[in-house]
């Protein structure tokens, strides 16, 4: 008898599996993708009003950075507090999940998330290079990015989101006081050419993915802390 072929799905963590689709079902996700493809419908239709202008660039980065680096992750960080909840830690705890593989997952569908929205605004890139000529490599490093250094600052809102009573205080505020710096580093990563702009661009998406695995296991930690 020939092989049973598996569908891709079974290949899938369950709890990531679960993860996805709780969040591309709730209304926060349904909401934030309407607001983002009508915005930069809306910005593509004033193109000849805005063409050239440094407020189309700013409006137009703007609405996919406040998406990806900011309510995609707020919601991740908001569903792991209810994790934490007295009642919800003890269905968890039943489950014999470890806070590692629980952190990993949240984490990974949030990247999965961040992936499904870019491939939604690459055609608004094309549109933009083909309307207005402008450099298609570099917003193409910039969306990428954007992309991977997405679970970095979903598992750095996760963590401060878990911690408790002053540490949430101070954490807060210096990631809020960090996240300029950090999104004008990517930028400036983005937007570099010459050979030495590849090489940084590469070691920046080293420094992603290490970011996420050291962001993963204090996400975990804060986890374990939560159940004890």
Not at 2 to 30: H, M, N, T, V, Y
Not at 57 to 67: G, M, S, V
Not at 177 to 198: H, K, V
């Amino acid at each position: 008898m020939p092989a049973e072929r598996r569908a891709p799905s079974d290949w899938l963590s369950p709890l990531l599996i679960k993860e996805l689709r709780q969040s591309l079902r709730c209304r926060w996700f349904e909401w934030v993708f309407l607001a983002l493809i009508s915005s930069l419908m809306l910005l593509l239709l004033l193109n000849g009003w805005l063409a050239n202008s440094p407020l189309f660039d700013f409006l137009f980065w703007a609405f996919i950075l406040l998406t990806l680096h900011g309510l995609l992750p707020l919601r991740t960080a908001l569903a792991a507090a209810e994790d934490c909840q007295p009642g919800n830690l003890d269905l968890i705890r039943m489950t014999g999940i470890s806070a590692e593989n629980l952190a990993g997952q949240r984490l990974t569908a949030l990247g999965l998330q961040a992936a499904m929205v870019a491939s939604v605004i690459l055609p608004f890139l094309l549109l933009r290079y083909f309307m207005n000529g402008l450099e298609m490599v570099n917003e193409l490093q910039y969306l990428l990015l954007l992309v991977v250094s997405t679970p970095v600052v979903g598992g750095v809102l996760l963590w401060i989101s878990l911690s408790g009573g002053c540490a949430r205080l101070l954490l807060g505020v210096a990631a809020f006081l960090a996240l300029p710096l950090y999104e004008t580093l990517i930028a400036n990563t983005a937007f570099s050419d010459g050979e030495p702009a590849f090489l940084l661009l590469v070691l920046w998406l080293l420094v992603s993915f290490i970011g996420s695995l050291f962001v993963q296991a204090m996400v975990s930690e804060a986890f374990l802390l939560g159940r004890s």
